[in-house]
């Protein structure tokens, strides 16, 4: 693995006290493409004309705008603004009012702060509507905008280092003059800038109620955000670099909390990894909290009322798993028999579980197993030499993993069945057999062509035939134990009824129980728990709770599309982003 690809891989959401949970992370070149956008989209963001009797006159044309985020910096909300001018004339006047020789303005850059910060995109507008229909998306919730507030601009404190002006040599009393024209055509309420569209960086959406806007997922909309630059360091580097070209794959952040969770207690994400590499454009980052646990593993009540959400992956534990119920060894006089319960998944026999003994345990950043494992063992006496004894074991463990860098999921699973018993006295009589269930199943984490996401669970066309049953030989673990029929008790005097026998009543069996042990019967019960466990509602809920995740538009209408999906060292998922030109 590449050193960009390593460093991308340590990118995390994580914080002293808790976690972001999901990020969308668009480099400073993907800001300035939205900004080039709106150049073409509002004329007059290219025209600047100003007038003013006391200061003078600018009649010029930009050939756009830029900015560039100060990752150097603490003030984590504030962008440079680039102007970049083609062409143009600066005339100021002296303190007579009296126009002083024309300037000329060809190829100056101008460069100041100004802070963003959002508001509500209103309902029912022109602009609503188009953004709307750009983020695809149904449901309740409200879209709000990202935009340079010009209110907080700090034209009068220019950046002196990052502004270019040709061969012109200020005085101080022009400089004046063309700050203050500036200041006007910046004016947040009179000037070119007060509308918010034309300085706007991105929309996006939050929600109070993320079940309406993602119903099979309501643990990825959004319901909470805020903003930060967020610097990108190259491989090999230690510090990072800002400025127009050198800065370009620096980022802006919007930080989300879904679910109606609070924000860290840090307001600021510190560096941990580049989100985005040279050259592209944005990435989408989902934490594993949100991906894994509310998500992929979650773990809801076994008994849900209608239109709960279902569960996805413990549904591998639930349905394979095996189990045992009673074990009983029973004998009288000379006759003995076994009576026991079991079976692999759920039956409806199954002794009484909650929903906590099926849930996923995780084990190391990368890998969650689930294992359970039950012994049982009993015996009995006859009339001499009758006696009986049997035991019976169950086990299954189940994993599930996934490699950092790749897009996909690995579970895989084993579940085993063995019972025996055995007779002994005048005559021997040996039961004994097993099962067991295999399956492994890869589900891959897709783009689709609409620019969304897709988890594709990769079965076999036949889908219980991802299963594999085979009887089990012998018994698993410690070797089996030697036959122990020549443990005999001494004979008691004349033949005579063991102590206790005559009171024995012969057991009948209860319902889901067998009477005897049969390797056809437990491979009845493998064969039944590999036919239970429905895919279509996995499969279906996999293939639609991630399409409109994270559905993100840069300014000038452009969707941002995912592609390349790739779990990072943490176990987040990360998707770059790129947006689609109309």
Same mark, same amino acid.
């Given at each position: ?153 700090? &034209? ?58 993602? +119903?099979?997922?309501?643990?990825? +909309? ?10 990108? &360091? ?75 959400? +279902? ?99 690995? &579970? ?93 009543? &012969? ?76």
């Amino acid at each position: 693995m590449s050193p960009v690809e390593q460093k991308r891989l340590q990118a995390s959401l994580k914080t002293a006290t808790g976690t972001f949970n999901q990020a969308v992370a668009v480099s400073q070149d993907a800001l300035n493409d939205g900004l080039y956008y709106l150049f073409d989209k509002f004329e007059e963001l290219k025209k600047m004309e100003v007038n003013s009797k006391k200061f003078g006159s600018i009649n010029a044309s930009m050939s756009y705008s830029e900015i560039s985020l100060p990752v150097k910096s603490s003030n984590y909300r504030t962008v440079v603004f680039y102007c970049i001018f083609e062409s143009g004339q600066l005339i100021v006047t002296d303190d007579m009012g009296r126009p002083k020789p024309r300037i000329k303005m060809d190829k100056w850059r101008f460069a100041f702060d100004v802070d963003f910060t959002t508001l509500q995109v209103p309902p029912q507008t022109q602009e609503h509507e188009e953004v709307k229909k750009k983020l695809k998306q149904l449901g309740d919730y409200s879209i709000k905008r990202l935009f340079l507030d010009f209110k907080t601009h700090k &034209i009068r404190n220019f950046k002196k280092d990052l502004s270019s002006f040709g061969d012109h040599v200020w005085n101080n009393e022009d400089l004046q003059s063309f700050l203050s024209l500036m200041s006007f055509w910046g004016d947040p309420d009179k000037g070119v800038m007060k509308d918010p569209q034309k300085s706007t960086l991105g929309y996006y959406l939050t929600t109070p109620k993320p079940e309406t806007v993602n +119903p099979p997922a309501p643990t990825f +909309p959004p319901t909470a955000m805020k903003h930060q630059h967020y610097k990108y &360091i190259a491989p090999g580097k230690d510090v990072p670099d800002e400025g127009l070209k050198l800065g370009k794959n620096n980022m802006l952040l919007y930080l989300e909390m879904t679910q109606n969770r609070s924000f860290p207690k840090e307001d600021i994400l510190e560096y941990s990894g580049n989100f985005v590499t040279a050259g592209m454009k944005g990435t989408t980052c989902i934490s594993r909290d949100v991906f894994w646990d509310s998500y992929l593993i979650r773990n809801p009540p076994l008994s849900s009322p209608p239109g709960s959400l +279902p569960p996805l992956l413990r549904e591998f534990n639930r349905h394979t798993y095996a189990w045992l119920g009673g074990f009983h060894i029973w004998a009288k006089g000379y006759v003995a028999g076994v009576a026991w319960s079991f079976g692999f998944g759920h039956t409806g026999w199954e002794p009484p579980r909650t929903h906590e003994y099926f849930a996923w345990k995780q084990v190391s950043a990368d890998k969650w197993e689930w294992k359970v494992s039950d012994d049982k063992s009993d015996s009995d006496k006859g009339t001499w030499p009758v006696k009986a004894e049997g035991k019976a074991k169950s086990y299954t463990y189940n994993e599930l993993w996934f490699v950092p860098g790749q897009n996909v999921i690995h &579970i895989k699973g084993v579940s085993k069945l063995w019972a025996e018993w055995k007779k002994s006295g005048w005559e021997t009589l040996i039961e004994k057999g097993g099962s067991e269930i295999k399956f492994s199943v890869d589900i891959s984490v897709d783009s689709v062509i609409e620019g969304g996401l897709k988890l594709n669970m990769n079965l076999p066309q036949i889908p219980k035939d991802v299963f594999k049953i085979t009887q089990v030989m012998n018994p698993w673990g410690a070797a089996a134990q030697q036959d122990s029929s020549d443990d005999t008790e001494s004979e008691p005097e004349r033949w005579e009824t063991a102590e206790g026998d005559e009171d024995k009543v &012969i057991p009948e069996a209860k319902a889901g129980e067998k009477k005897s042990i049969n390797v056809k019967d437990i491979m009845e019960a493998a064969s039944f728990a590999a036919n239970q466990l429905d895919f279509k509602p996995m499969t279906t809920n996999l293939q639609s709770a991630l399409l409109n995740s994270a559905r993100f538009v840069i300014s000038g209408g452009q969707d941002f599309f995912h592609k390349n999906p790739v779990f990072n060292n943490n176990g987040d998922l990360i998707v770059e982003a790129t947006y689609k030109h109309r």
